[in-house]
């Protein structure tokens, strides 16, 4: 039985690929943060058949005990401050996580389970004012956020761990992905929710930013397959893993609301105070080096993807409302 550790495992992405895991025998073990409160609400159906440690990517220590005592073929990296404006709010937070952190876990990795396979979760944002379009993984990094500029310097020493230290690490350079389970401050799931909730009378209507932005939206539950494929290849490598469509935050709420059966027009408000400090306006990928080497592909369209969301948030809250 293969042993899989997923940092980060109570998020979307995590949540996602543990099932994935489980479905092909894996034996998972899940990273999680001492908190007072636990949030494991997106794992929750899988509590039973995971293991949850615990450990901190702040602390280097956790780290080397937790590979030591798990002993894993295979590292999944998901753990991040993953929301771009809280970068800007807490950069310094935001680096310690997204890039030190990183460093700590390959520091760790390489002293005590040098023969694990490592996933790192990079980032479309990392492109941020794209110098051309679809972006590639030879495409130059020019970053719009503290977020941005962190995921590029784990994108480089996970790179540079893999070719000075002969590691087996891959970097996943996901752009947008969203489903059921995206937090609620995720422009995507912001929208599905706040149709849900207009629809229902729980809300008048719906702030939103710049309307206009295009980026390239996929199902997560088909992008954590693109991670595992990385990790079964001969040799460590960095992919594009995206759709090839640009679809604009327009597009998302005109069809999150046609699924409600409602005129966006009559509801949503922009919000100044929604933009973004540096605007990243056009990202797409070029996934084909994934399509050709790993042979993934998404499954899940745009459109139906957005019509998902919704129906799953109008269902949440229907219950919720049912149960007082």
Known sequence: ???????????????????????????????????????????????????????????????????????????????AQSFVPTSWAQPVLTAEFDAVGVTRLLQAVRLVAPEARVYQASSSEMFGRAREVPQRETTPFYPRSPYGVAKVYAHYITVNYRESYGLFACSGILFNHTSPRRGREFVTRKISDGVARIKLGLAPDLPLGNLEARRDFGFAGDYVEAMWRMLQQPEGDDYVVATGEAHSIREVTEIAFATAGLDWRRYVREDQTLLRRAEVDHLVGDASKARRILGWQPRVGFAALIEMMVRADLEHLSGKSRGG
């Open 1 to 79: 039985m293969p042993i899989a550790l997923i940092t980060g495992i109570t998020g979307q992405d995590g949540s996602y690929l543990a099932e994935l895991l489980l479905e092909k025998g894996y034996r998972v073990v899940g990273m999680v943060r001492r908190a007072s409160t636990e949030n494991f609400e997106r794992i929750a159906h899988l509590r039973s058949r995971l293991e949850l440690r615990q450990a901190d990517l702040l602390d280097e220590l956790s780290l080397i005990d937790l590979l030591r005592d798990v002993r894993p073929d295979e590292v999944y990296n998901l753990a």
